[in-house]
């Protein structure tokens, strides 16, 4: 039976490999690609920081440019700092308090309560997918429901370093680990989530444009850390679902009760 | 300056006098110069020390910097000697291997034996008047103790399975046996916990030569901003090495002893402990060890500034204020390395708060610094440059510090290249171009004799340059989204356009990695060789050292305990110029024509 059932995957396997194309490499100069729903706030946050300590940078930069070209033969300016003086910094650090600090901590918490670290109102959402993902050395495992919404049967999906999610709605991700601790990096979705022993973790996202894309493990998890690699892919919803139903018709041919490593799923999260 | 108003200065003086008595010099090769209890004689055994270990540190650097650039060749020279078994090519598990030691080497084992076990040791004393450290002997034990940790490192390179793996934070269960397995690993705890001893006995030393010691009118706001600097850090060290002493001392019982402290909780290896435990005993270190690292550069580059500047520094109560207030908050900020771990929202958030909250005292800070340098007669002498420069590269990585403080920014930069030029920045940076400035200015006043300025100014420019643009190549790649840690980065598709950058910025780290050897040649020259003689105060300047002892100072510093009247930072004031014709007074000159009691820099205080 459990050769049958490597045999059958092992076949899978090839044929999934010959379906996914490699994904695309990046070109240009710049931050990969957005796929995401949400990410593009994150990168205006990254963007709107950098113009603001540019400005802050040059500021600085050019009161001592100015110092640095002054005539050397006039006298120093003699002030242990007056109240003229110290005001303007604190009046300077004042403005950047507020204007950047202030900025990102609102435009933060609007992002973490409302997108990034919404789980609950992600698997709200109709058609929300949801995921188990075990990272160990040096691979990520994943497991999808049975057709009833429930893990641990014996039509869960299960794949290697292949994971693979319709477009257009909330995909949750729940993630464990069986050694050590891995992290999960979705460079064109802008998210990334330590997988840690003992502890399920989650990570939300939506895609918006089909595709290949990368899954990278972003901590170091011993001497293969660097190939810890997996490919996301992003289908059109009918596609997906023929997919997961091939999947499942296969799982469940390929069960095997007494495989009891297979058996890794857990009891979806909830809190 | 209480006490000044109650007892005469000639019996302070005596007291200080009585307490601190010269003893004869040491007249034995052994005591005078291996196991020496002068401060003088250790600050330099921490600084050989600590420049072999920088050395080895940057070596490494260099051997990732050629997995980048050239993945799978063999690296010239060195390969042949370091890695015969592969024939010089670096395989997945020596590169984690060096890694790991890079970070750890440079840490614990080269920046913070200058920067804290040499300064600290040879300029507390003599800025604050004293003949020796608080606790003489000990200060003795804490070098031999950080010796051993450095002689356990380099056995662990000679163990079966080569050194520790597990990246410089160690972080379990990896560094436990379920991950690293060898006595390599274990060496190198153990060197974490011993060091970890060494920096404990000098933290109290210095914590306790600081309140005690002090020369009568040496009040704490007439204190050299250095002292500042390090004696936080000394308060920090004393606080937070004992937690990284305990995160150590555990995961050596789960390796060596079977327990299970961070092991467990995997349905693999099954049990109750808890990984994420490690990382909050490590970061609670971790972080004021941030802060541990550019204390002291913050105060040598705020003295330096003003003497340099011949102005006074702007707003001393404002820096040493917000230098407080960052030793108090550095330990609030620790959550901000764990923000992708699974922790609460609501602490996460509250670790972001903070962590916005520390940018304001460490912006004071900085704008001080550049409100010092403005309007001033700046002398671009190498210790200048270098503080200059350390400003740049330190302003740079504590502004880029914002996106990773931010957790919406942190869950796409977290464990990026981004984080690893943007740490470089403050610590190789902040801390290492930062000890080079201060080695540069006191040199004269440690080995009595002058640097070359010619070879010191090309060795600014190679270190500022290299540095800046290798940190920028880091940054820019983990901005288009290199994971740091990658034996091959180019497994990864999206990763593979960054290959020429990957490769520019080694060749910039080469070119940096090889100025060092100006400085090294520079360095050696002056040491055993002749060096024109530096004179007692070859800059100019007002702290104790320089105005109250010869270069180098004798074993007992100060022939007399020296009396405090002024601040340190009093350059260009007109009233001294029209009395002595000089730009500055030293922090015990008094002034011909007595008090200036209308003029708070200029009066003792007891006018």
């Known amino acids: 039976m459990r050769r049958l059932r490597a045999l059958a995957a092992g076949a899978l396997a090839l044929a999934a490999r010959a379906a996914a194309a490699d994904p695309l490499p990046e070109t240009g100069f710049g931050i990969p690609r957005d796929a995401s729903l949400d990410g593009h706030h994150v990168d205006d946050l990254i963007h709107f920081t950098l113009l603001a300590i540019a400005v802050i940078f040059a500021v600085a930069l050019a009161m001592l440019i100015w110092s640095f070209a002054r005539d050397r033969a006039r006298p120093a300016w003699y002030t242990h700092g007056n109240a003229r003086t110290v005001g303007a910094v604190v009046g300077a650090i004042a403005v950047i308090a507020v204007g950047v600090d202030g900025t990102l901590l609102v435009r933060t918490l609007l992002d973490l309560h409302e997108r990034l670290w919404n789980f609950q109102g992600a698997e709200a959402q109709p058609g929300a997918i949801r995921i188990e993902v075990n990272a160990h050395q040096w691979a990520w495992t994943a497991r999808y429901p049975s057709a009833d919404g429930k893990f641990g049967t014996p039509d869960d999906v299960v794949t290697l370093d292949d994971i693979r999610v319709p477009v257009g709605v909330p995909v949750v991700v729940q993630l464990a680990s069986t050694d050590v601790i891995h992290s999960l990096y979705l460079p064109n979705f802008r998210v990334k989530q330590d997988a840690v022993p003992g502890m399920i973790n989650r990570l939300t996202f939506q895609a918006v444009k089909p595709g290949e894309y990368e899954i990278g493990c972003a901590q170091h998890c011993g001497p293969n850390h660097y190939k810890m690699r997996g490919v996301l892919t992003v289908l059109p919803p009918d596609e997906y679902r023929a997919w997961l139903d091939t999947m499942r018709a296969d799982a469940r041919r390929g069960y095997d009760p007494d495989d009891a490593d297979a058996h890794w799923g857990w009891e979806w999260r909830r809190d | ?607």
């Open chain 2, 1 to 607: 300056m209480e006490e000044g108003l109650t007892v005469s200065v000639p019996a302070q003086l005596a007291a200080a006098e009585a307490s601190q008595p010269i003893h004869p010099p040491p007249t034995s090769f052994w005591r005078k110069y291996v196991f020496s209890i002068d401060h003088k004689v250790i600050a330099v055994q921490f600084l050989w020390a600590g420049l072999v270990f920088l050395l080895v540190g940057g070596t490494l650097a260099m051997l990732i910097r050629w997995q980048w650039a050239f993945p799978g060749r063999p690296v010239p020279v060195l390969g042949g000697l370091l890695l015969g078994k592969s024939g010089g090519v670096i395989g997945p598990a020596a590169y984690q291997q060096i890694f790991t030691m890079h970070g750890l080497i440079m840490i614990f084992f080269a920046v913070t034996p200058v920067l804290i076990g040499t300064f600290g040791n040879f300029l507390i004393p003599l800025q604050i008047g004293a003949r020796d450290m608080a606790f003489p002997k000990l200060n003795m034990y804490s070098f031999w103790t950080f010796l051993i940790s450095q002689l356990l490192v380099i056995a662990s390179f000679f163990t079966d399975l080569g050194t520790g793996g597990a990246g410089w934070t160690t972080y379990a269960p990896l560094s436990t046996n379920v991950g690293t397995p060898g006595t390599g690993q274990t060496l190198v705890v153990l060197a974490i916990f011993v060091t970890g001893a060494s920096s404990t006995m000098g933290a109290i030393n210095y914590v306790t030569t600081v309140i005690r010691l002090r020369a009568p009118g040496m009040t704490w706001m007439r204190l050299p901003l250095t002292m500042w600097g390090l004696w936080l850090t000394a308060i920090l060290n004393a606080l937070f090495i004992p937690v990284l002493g305990s995160a150590a001392m555990l995961l050596l019982l789960d390796r060596s002893f079977g327990t299970q402290f961070f092991v467990a909780g995997a349905s693999a290896v099954r049990g109750g402990g808890d990984p994420i435990l490690y990382q909050h005993l490590f970061w609670i270190f971790g972080h004021p060890e941030v802060y541990i690292m550019i204390l002291p550069a913050w105060g040598i580059l705020g003295d330096v500034f003003s003497f340099f500047s011949r102005k006074p520094h702007h707003w001393y109560r404002g820096s040493v204020g917000a230098m407080i207030a960052v030793t108090v908050l550095s330990a609030l900020v620790y959550g901000h390395h764990m923000f992708v771990t699974g922790m609460s929202p609501l602490l996460g958030e509250g670790f972001m708060v903070f962590t916005l909250l520390i940018s304001i005292p460490s912006m004071i800070v900085v704008v001080n610094w550049v409100m010092t340098i403005l309007g001033g007669r700046i002398r671009f002498h190498t210790p200048m440059l270098f503080a200059i420069g350390t400003m740049i590269l330190f302003g740079i990585g504590g502004l880029t510090g914002l996106f990773l403080g931010d957790i919406s920014m942190d869950l796409y930069l977290h464990d990026t290249l981004f984080v690893v030029g943007h740490f470089h920045f403050t610590m190789a940076a902040g801390s290492f171009v930062g000890a080079m400035t201060g080695l540069y200015f006191w040199f004269p006043k440690i080995f009595g004799k002058r640097l070359d300025e010619r070879l010191g100014k090309i060795h600014f420019w190679v270190t500022f340059l290299g540095l800046l643009l290798v940190f920028l190549g880091q940054m820019t790649a983990g901005y288009e989204g290199q994971q740091r840690r990658l034996f091959d980065p180019y497994q990864y598709t999206f990763i593979q356009r960054l290959h020429g950058l990957n490769l520019a910025t080694s060749i910039a780290a080469f070119l940096l990695f090889a100025g060092q050897m100006v400085f090294v040649w520079n360095f050696f020259r002056t040491v055993f060789g002749k060096g024109k003689a530096a004179g007692p105060n070859p800059w100019e300047v007002t702290t104790l050292e320089w105005t109250d002892a010869p270069s180098p100072p004798p074993f007992h510093n100060f022939d007399r305990i020296p009396y405090v009247l002024r601040g340190p930072h009093e350059f260009g004031n007109p009233e001294v110029l029209k009395r002595t014709g000089r730009d500055w007074v030293g922090q015990t000159e008094a002034l011909p024509g007595g008090d200036m009691a209308g003029d708070p820099a200029l009066s003792s205080g007891k006018a």
